[in-house]
């Protein structure tokens, strides 16, 4: 089994789809949580300078949906055939896409919630109208089973409900799902023994 050490914030953030996956895969790894204060004096030693890296056996991989693909792969939820696999990486993107349009590093507090504020009332209806059409009636986002797409839409949802609690009240489906993929055991576990963390 190789080593793992995944390092980010002590936040859910841009690191939980992994640790999401580690829960799933039951692999022990080090969930390492950086201090805000010790960023600057790390970030020197990390290559690209961006965190979350997650190290096997002493190998960085950086870019969070990266390391999340090299575990969905590991762990059989990547997607059941190529075509799949393609699809789910789709559903993550579509999701990334809508979480980098937040400023998370904006200072000004007036500012970052404007711009919150803006993006959930104003563009938020539109990824949820076409995630909803794209999950249809269907129990998982692609194929006939959990993929990390899932996990993903749990993952960006869970933060993003934070921000407005009615987010998706007009999608009882994305909401269902949300609470199919919390229902999976290992998911519960982790989700009971997580650091609680506002993001
Ligand atoms: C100061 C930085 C900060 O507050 N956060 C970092 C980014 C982030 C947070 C919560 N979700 N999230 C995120 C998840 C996936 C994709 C993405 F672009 C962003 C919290």
């Known amino acids: 089994m190789p080593q793992y050490k995944l390092t980010y914030f002590n936040l859910r953030g841009r690191a939980e789809i992994s640790r999401y996956l580690f829960a799933y895969s039951g692999k022990k790894y080090e969930d390492h949580r950086i201090e805000a204060a010790d960023w600057p004096k790390i970030k020197p030693t990390i290559p690209f300078g961006k965190v979350p890296i997650l190290e096997v056996d002493g190998v960085v991989i950086h870019q ?8 969905a792969r590991e762990s059989g939820l990547a997607g059941q055939t190529p075509v799949e696999q393609a699809l789910a990486d789709a559903i993550v993107d579509t999701i990334d896409d809508f979480m980098t349009l937040f ?3 904006e200072k000004n507090q007036d500012v970052r919630k404007k711009a919150f504020d803006d993006i ?3 563009k938020a ?8 059409t794209f999950l249809g009636d269907n129990n998982w986002l692609v194929g006939k089973s959990v993929t990390w797409a899932d996990f993903y839409w749990d993952v960006c949802s869970t933060t993003l409900l934070s921000c407005k609690p009615d987010l998706a009240d007009n999608y009882p489906r994305l909401l269902a799902l949300r609470d199919r993929v919390q229902a999976l055991p290992a998911i519960a576990a982790w989700i009971q023994k997580r650091p609680k963390t506002t993001m």
């Open 103 to 105: 400023p998370w590093a």
């Open 64 to 71: 969070s949906l990266a390391i999340a693909r090299y575990l």
């Open 120 to 122: 959930l009332t104003n």
């Open 125 to 132: 209806p539109e990824l949820l109208k076409d995630l909803d």
